[in-house]
């Protein structure tokens, strides 16, 4: 066992389980050695943990000794041609957030959406990506300097993004990108992170492409909202689950940490909760009483509540203090896609779409109108190549109104509600650096006394609330919002490689 010396002894347990069913399906990580994949029975387990168990941790060293084994990373972006003996490893997570999550810690994590649908290559351009992979010579691509091919290798190097790659060598996606198609093909073995999310149907899908699969969950977050407060992993068999129960030293010392896991003392009520918030706000500066909530920290991470009323009070107050107009958005506005409208002949426009990261929940920042009218130019978060331009449809919704106002729209494409507020079912896989709870709306949970899954409801909304927050977390007790202290813009936002031609993009999505 290599790993004994980073892993807990819950983890180091974990591990030497994984590697025995690994083991099974003709991966040997002890000793390196890899045999064809073959028919056999679906291999799966769930690596169960409450934040702070090391299941990234023990993610991360699972892939490092696959990666050292000589097992394949399938990113989404590019495969390469399929050899009889290849083994691969997808690491995949529900959301671009979630996915950005593992990215930043060094795991190459794409989307379970990128997973099921594949791009279809031009020829011409699959002989870059053949060479970038390591399978095939440099090739010679009229209009291609060997500068611009410099450049696609080294940002491949640096990040493992074929579209990446290519948008850094001057290419625009509509060049190299014919189509997306769903998968026909099962791959070998997958990781899912932020397994809790997974509806059945998704476990489905997830179960037909890999024939060993592995879910890493948290089994104190909240159910998917069409799960009836189940999750995919509680009807797997005991032996298949492994339990991480212990916190990792370099987390103990988390005051956030600390008050997420106090939740889980059944005699704890919301009152003493909510003083335990309080003095350790006292005494750590990275815990927030907050008698206001932040509009400065909405523009990129939203006001966490429960209810729908609250978030749509929030949002209009939000856009007030900006002095934003009915009619339009101003550049820097956060937005969550909807999911896309789009009639079954634009089948193919979806799937761009969506491979783009334009996916249900995804959290994206208006950069202005596109070039066409009802085109938005918007900045995807966690997204690898963030800029796209997309037919888009944005519904503010207003307090006491049935119908959203839109202020302009195209007849069809991704459609998007604003995101200075979400629910905390909504903010599942997603992590921000400053994260502000608004307590009223747990407190109302607390007073209806619903139970979720054996648990207070107001206890789950907590715990999944407070462990989005990264750096701090700001528990916000009064219905006040502060003044901005500054207008909203998108010069914090990182620009892609080579943001791709407005005209190429507003022509392939209109």
Not at 178 to 191: A, C, Q, V, Y
Request: hydrophobic share 40%; glycine share 8%.
């Amino acid at each position: 066992m290599t790993n004994a010396l980073t892993l807990s002894h819950d983890q180091a347990e974990a591990y030497d389980t994984i590697a025995e069913l690994l083991r099974g399906v003709g991966v040997d990580l002890d000793d390196g050695i890899l045999t064809p994949p073959r028919e056999s029975k679906q291999a799966l387990a769930a690596v169960l943990g409450k934040a702070g168990s090391g299941k990234t941790l023990l993610l991360a060293e699972l892939v490092k000794a696959l990666e050292a084994a000589g097992v394949d990373i399938v990113s989404g972006d590019y495969e390469g041609k399929r050899r009889k003996d290849r083994r691969t490893l997808a690491i995949l997570a529900p959301t671009n957030k979630a996915a950005s999550v593992l990215r930043m810690r060094g795991v190459p994590a794409t989307t379970i959406h990128r997973i099921i649908y594949t791009p279809v290559y031009d020829p011409e351009y699959e002989r870059i990506a053949e060479w970038l992979v390591g399978n095939g010579d440099k090739p010679e691509i009229e209009g291609l300097t060997e500068e611009a091919l410099a450049r696609a290798q080294a940002f491949y190097q640096l990040h493992k993004s074929i579209p990446g790659a290519l948008a850094a060598a001057g290419l625009r996606g509509s060049d190299f990108i014919t189509g997306w198609k769903r998968r026909d093909e099962p791959l070998d073995i997958g990781f899912v992170d932020e397994a809790s999310m997974l509806d059945d149907r998704q476990f489905e899908d997830l179960k037909e492409i890999f024939p060993t699969l592995l879910l890493f969950g948290d089994p104190a977050q909240l159910a998917p909202v069409n799960q009836s407060g189940s999750m995919v992993f509680d009807a797997m068999p005991a032996p298949s689950k492994l339990e991480l129960s212990r916190v990792h030293r370099q987390d103990a010392d988390s005051p956030i940490l600390d008050l997420a896991h106090a939740l889980g003392d059944p005699a704890l009520g919301f009152e003493e909760f909510e003083r335990l918030v309080e003095e350790t706000a006292k005494r750590d500066d990275r815990v927030v009483w907050g008698q206001r909530v932040e509009v400065d920290l909405m523009a990129r991470s939203p006001v966490l509540v429960w209810r729908n009323a609250t978030r749509i009070r929030l949002i209009n107050a939000f856009r007030q203090v900006h002095g934003a107009p009915e009619d339009a958005l101003l550049e820097g506005e956060p937005l969550i896609c909807d999911g896309i409208e789009l009639p079954l002949k634009h089948r193919k426009k979806r799937l761009d779409l969506e491979a783009r990261g334009l996916i249900k929940g995804a959290q994206v920042i208006y950069l202005g109108p596109g070039r066409k009218p009802g085109f938005s130019r918007l900045h995807v978060i966690g997204a690898e190549d963030p800029r796209v331009s997309a037919a888009s449809i944005v519904k503010i919704e207003k307090p006491e109104e049935e119908e959203p106002f839109i202020p302009y729209a195209a007849r069809m494409g991704a459609t998007f509600l604003h995101g200075a507020a979400v629910t905390i079912h909504k903010a599942q896989g997603s992590q921000w650096e400053n994260v502000q709870v608004f307590a009223p709306d747990l407190y109302a949970a607390a007073r209806m006394g619903r139970v979720e899954a054996g648990q207070p409801l107001w206890k789950r909304l907590a715990y999944v609330a407070i462990t989005r927050a990264s750096e701090r977390l700001h528990w916000v007790v009064r219905n006040r919002l502060a003044r901005p202290t500054h207008p909203l813009g998108t010069d914090d936002l990182a620009v892609a490689p080579a943001p791709l031609t407005l005209e190429a993009e507003e022509e392939g999505a209109a």
